[in-house]
């Protein structure tokens, strides 16, 4: 059976400005590949509702999982939560909940649960929340779309907070080898190789190095046979290949 | 007049996989605002090429350019090429231009120009072609889509070919100002200017920096006196702002 799919979300001028560096898709490509679901598509779109509202829903029909980060925050610039909300066409208010953890979470440092704040307990009707234990302000499930923060350190906490409810697939075994020497050398053996082992991945990544060539292969499947069976095909035409 | 709109499509497996950090995003965001042309959207596919042709179809519709990275090097996952030439319902093949630049380039390196190697001078019809001063195979421009390697120095140095020949709208004037405060105390003052100043896009970014939070706001606009006359009326609401 295939694997369950995902696609990504990202949301943010600061991404498309060149300001911030997204860190959030590469973390989340790592960790879903560990849960065996595959990473079909990711998207950065700007602080634009009609934007983020039809991204939402093109991702969320065609895949089964969508991640989104950014725009959970206070300040007029956060939109994510009611766009989440058009696109699922549901209401959204300030929910007792949330609203409860936050007012414990501020009661306790002293600190007031003004207007902006509140913002953060807007939950589309239908959510269920997601656990933020760094800043408290939750995320939440809508459908099939995890609404996270765009501040990595808490896109990372609320994401082991999903995780574990989502089924993965069989895991995907992977293994890279490094040949010296530059695509344009292998790409026959290895255009055959991957014509041969359909089971398997066939990847092909070049890189320069002190200004010589030289290409990572990436072999991935959820067979370990014919993971090895490709392995050795590959180990007949490039002796000179090493694990990475 | 409005700036001039892009998008970029990153096209791999291994981007979604988490096996390799893409690194191009960042940076065409980076050259594209002190070009002065907006940014408005960024996908991610893997080496599909159903999906990379309705991808570049639905950017290349939308916006006024279109920047690709990945899938033109001489190995069976190199399927970007064929895959625009559809997009834009063209035949490809083999060009002369193309081919004489790799025979050369092979020749006095004294490597074979195999078949592997010439799939790099597979340029859709009606193309331009973009230099490579790095490692000579080109990339090209077909319509509003400049196609252009994975690889971040190659990527980096046919972006450069390619940006001169752009026309660029009002250079986008930016200020940030740091302030060690959370965004939830911030907000309301902070969400006011943002309506006052129309014309100016005021961006709010928490951080979380040795286990405080603190936010930094970016002012960007193209009209000098209205980002000076924004600047204004954030230093009377938070005088401890600091440029960053």
Redesign the interface.
């Known amino acids: 059976m295939a694997n369950p799919t995902a696609a990504m979300l990202v949301i943010g001028?600061?991404?498309?400005?060149?300001?911030?560096?997204?860190a959030n898709?590469?973390?989340?490509?790592?960790?879903?590949?560990l849960a065996a679901i595959?990473?079909?598509?990711?998207?950065?779109?700007?602080?634009d509702h009609r934007?983020i509202v039809s991204a939402v829903r093109a991702l969320s029909t065609r895949w089964d999982h969508v991640f989104t980060s950014g725009g959970i925050?206070?300040?007029?610039?956060?939109i994510t939560a009611d766009a989440i909300a058009e696109a699922f066409e549901t209401t959204i208010d300030i929910r007792a909940d949330a609203r409860e953890l936050l007012a414990a979470f501020f009661r306790k440092s002293g600190?007031a649960l003004?207007?902006?704040?509140l913002?953060?307990a807007r939950i589309p009707d239908g959510a269920t929340l997601i656990d933020n234990p760094?800043?408290v302000a939750p995320g939440f499930t809508l459908g099939n779309v995890h609404v996270m923060a765009g501040?990595p350190?808490?896109f990372q906490a609320m994401l082991e907070s999903v995780l574990p409810s989502l089924e993965g697939g069989a895991p995907i075994l992977?293994r890279?080898l490094r040949v010296d020497r530059p695509?344009?050398?292998?790409?026959?053996p290895?255009?055959q190789i991957?014509?041969q082992f359909a089971d398997v991945?066939?990847?092909?990544?070049?890189?320069?190095r002190q200004g010589r060539?030289g290409?990572n292969i990436?072999f991935?499947s959820s067979d370990e046979t014919a993971l090895g069976a490709a392995l050795d095909a590959f180990a007949v035409h490039f002796p000179d290949g090493h694990e990475q």
């Not at 898709?25 to 590949?33: F, K, P, Y």
């Not at 595959?38 to 602080?47: P, Q, W």
């Open positions: 001028d600061e991404i498309l400005s060149g300001r911030t560096r997204d898709l590469a973390h989340l490509a790592g960790r879903l590949t595959d990473l079909k598509e990711a998207r950065v779109v700007a602080d934007d925050g206070p300040t007029h610039d956060d600190v003004n207007a902006a704040r913002r953060m760094v800043s501040v350190a808490i992977s890279t695509e344009g050398e292998i790409a026959d290895l255009g991957a014509r991945s066939v990847g092909s990544y070049p890189f320069v060539f290409s990436v991935r």
